[in-house]
């Protein structure tokens, strides 16, 4: 291409870049952003571009995840604005890459990333929770019941629902789930559409997490269980292994 094709192309570019860009601010308005004047930010630019220009779209997505958590902005309203411009570019649902960049994006400016902890949801690894299972079995023989304290929650999602809303689902709700668990309780991501949680016994646990079932689970399509810890370490890293298996 000549110097003046190239030149010439530039202006469609930008005029291509500018058409996406109010569309998409109108659709994820009227989702329901809230407040509507403080949508705009330069990284919606940077996606309009590389979208207008045919460029890779990961790196502008997870530019735009981090300017949202700086501005305050939570990861469920993040991916729904997501959501509001592949619809205006024409895809039915946002690929899984774009998903994993802006909310890795999102998790890099808000929290840093952390040791043992997976940066799409924000949540602690299968690992760190092996780890943790295994400061609750005593090794002195001093006759203690193992774990007796505590009790792990499961929180699986349907593996029927579409990989996008699946994806879009587990990110809100280990966002939720770290708000609901508050007391120090261990909140583990165990596969792509599984979470666990070491809780500790208490007389208000069954209503907690029946009011878990019916309020934030039942939003998002997930069951609720819970799971007796086993006599050994072993039988625990083995139960958990079941549960990923199946996750």
């Given amino acids: 291409m000549g110097d003046t094709e190239a030149r010439a192309g530039t202006p469609d570019r930008t005029a291509r870049a500018l058409e996406l860009r109010a569309p998409w601010g ?8 809230d407040p509507p ?10 996606v309009c571009g590389a979208f207008a220009s045919g460029g890779d779209l990961v790196g502008p997505c997870a530019l735009l995840g981090g300017a949202r958590a700086r501005s305050g902005v939570g990861i469920g309203q993040s991916l729904d604005d997501l959501s509001a411009f592949t619809s205006v570019a024409g895809w039915r649902s946002p690929p899984s890459a774009l998903v994993r960049a802006l ?11 952390a040791t043992c902890q997976d ?14 299972l295994g400061e609750l079995y005593p ?3 001093d006759g203690a ?6 009790r792990l929650v499961v929180v699986a999602l349907d593996p029927g629902i579409d990989p996008w809303r699946r994806t879009a689902r587990l990110i809100v709700l280990g966002y939720e789930l770290r708000r609901f668990f508050t007391r120090g309780e261990s909140v583990c991501l165990l596969a792509r559409g599984r979470i666990a949680v070491v809780a500790p016994e208490s007389a208000d646990l069954d209503r907690e997490l029946d009011a878990l079932r019916r309020g934030t689970c039942w939003k998002h399509g997930a069951a609720v269980w819970t799971v007796a810890l086993p006599a050994s370490h072993e039988e625990a890293v083995s139960l958990l292994g079941g549960l990923e298996e199946r996750g």
């Fill in 103 to 113: 909310a890795e994006g999102w998790a890099d400016a808000g929290r840093g990333r």
């Fill in 26 to 33: 109108r659709r994820s308005r009227e989702a329901g952003w």
């Fill in 139 to 141: 090794r002195t023989g």
């Fill in 37 to 46: 004047e403080s949508w705009w930010t330069p990284a919606v630019d940077r």
């Fill in 119 to 132: 940066p799409l949801t924000g949540l602690a690894t299968a690992e760190y929770l092996r780890t943790r």
């Fill in 145 to 150: 019941p193992p774990a007796s304290g505590y």
